[in-house]
DNA sequence: ACATTAAATTCGA
DNA sequence: TCGAATTTAATGT
């Protein structure tokens, strides 16, 4: 194909791979734009697949049929999803949806096995992958079991700066309160309580429709002390 | 639940 | 094409 695709770039799994292997991934890729509140991709569709954050931010949910829904992970800029139902060859369990306007990267699933198949470094980087997100499950749950509603919001937003899993994340968060209610499973009054504690102890300030992280450190071990 | 305020959209010159 | 007016959505309490 004729694309170029200078986007993969920023990806270190993308630049640790030999030439071959980069240009088959700039000639398959794909780069699409997605709306707010478009669906990527929806639960019970084949896993066509593997889906990085250009730019922009995308959630993995479920909706049941009168439109309540849960969701599990928001994935910034720099993240990416999707590999668990394309190694499985098997239907998408989830809905993946734009939360706010994004551009994302596709690789088609078969690029992404023969990569599987045939890049040790590559790999590499899908096991850490997996094994930082089974990793990152775990501390949703142990959140949720043990920490206030507070320290939960305050966890939230700092997963979604996990060094390895999304790299590139901003310190600024254009993230409704809304969009954060919907990743805790708390409602959007309590969450702008918490934020507005989190405000005053200094560890991030409110800006209109975005967050801007002061303290990352002081947030990942905000009311964690007790355990 | 309600009041307030930002953003988006419509409408009129 | 600009900006005021209205509607819609997010926020604060």
């Known amino acids: 194909m004729e694309h170029d695709l200078p986007e993969l770039d920023s990806h270190d799994w993308f630049l640790a791979l030999d030439a071959g292997h980069q240009a088959l991934l ?6 699409r734009q997605f709306e707010a509140g478009a669906y990527v991709t929806r639960r ?3 896993s066509q697949h593997w889906i990085g954050v250009h730019a922009g931010l995308i959630k993995l949910a479920v909706y049941n049929a009168d439109g309540r829904g849960a ?3 928001g994935v ?3 993240g990416w999803c999707g590999e668990g139902s394309v190694l499985k060859r098997e239907l998408r369990r989830y809905d993946v949806v734009a939360v706010r306007a994004s551009s994302l990267l596709l690789v088609p699933a078969e690029l992404f096995h023969r990569l599987l198949a045939e890049s040790l470094s590559f790999n590499a980087y899908v096991i850490r992958q997996l094994n930082e997100r089974m990793g990152q499950f775990i501390a949703t749950i142990q959140n949720q079991r043990l920490l206030d509603v507070d320290a939960q919001v305050a966890q939230a937003i700092a997963q979604l700066f996990h060094p390895m899993l999304y790299p590139r994340t901003s310190s600024v968060l254009a993230l409704s309160q809304e969009e954060i209610g919907m990743l805790t ?8 309580l918490a934020l507005g504690r989190l405000a005053e102890l200094g560890l991030i300030s409110i800006a209109w429709q ?4 002061v303290d990352l450190d002081g947030l990942r071990h905000y009311g964690v002390a007790s355990l």
């Open 26 to 31: 700039r000639a398959g890729s794909e780069l």
């Open 44 to 46: 019970g569709e084949p």
């Open 71 to 73: 969701t599990f992970s």
């Open 185 to 192: 499973g708390i409602s959007r009054q309590r969450v702008n």
């Open 76 to 78: 910034p800029a720099g």
């Open 210 to 213: 975005a967050i801007r992280v």
